[in-house]
């Protein structure tokens, strides 16, 4: 699953970010999981990920 989460805009775009870790700080990558125009839509997916487990970053 994803260590982190964040959320950040993106042109007209917002998008959330989960970063998967992996076995050092170098081989961790930020994956787009979607894009949303309405910030508020966008925030809504970030705190529901937020708050199932992940950290924000």
């Known amino acids: 699953m994803f260590e982190s989460f964040k959320l950040t805009p993106k042109g007209k775009a917002w998008h959330v970010r989960g970063r998967k870790g992996a076995g050092a700080a170098t081989e961790a990558a930020w994956v787009s999981l979607g894009g949303c125009r309405s910030q ?6 970030y705190l529901a ?4 487990g992940g950290r924000n970053g």
Not at 49 to 52: D, G, I, N, P, Q
């Open 49 to 52: 990920l937020v708050a199932k």
């Open 40 to 45: 508020i839509v966008a925030v809504r997916v």
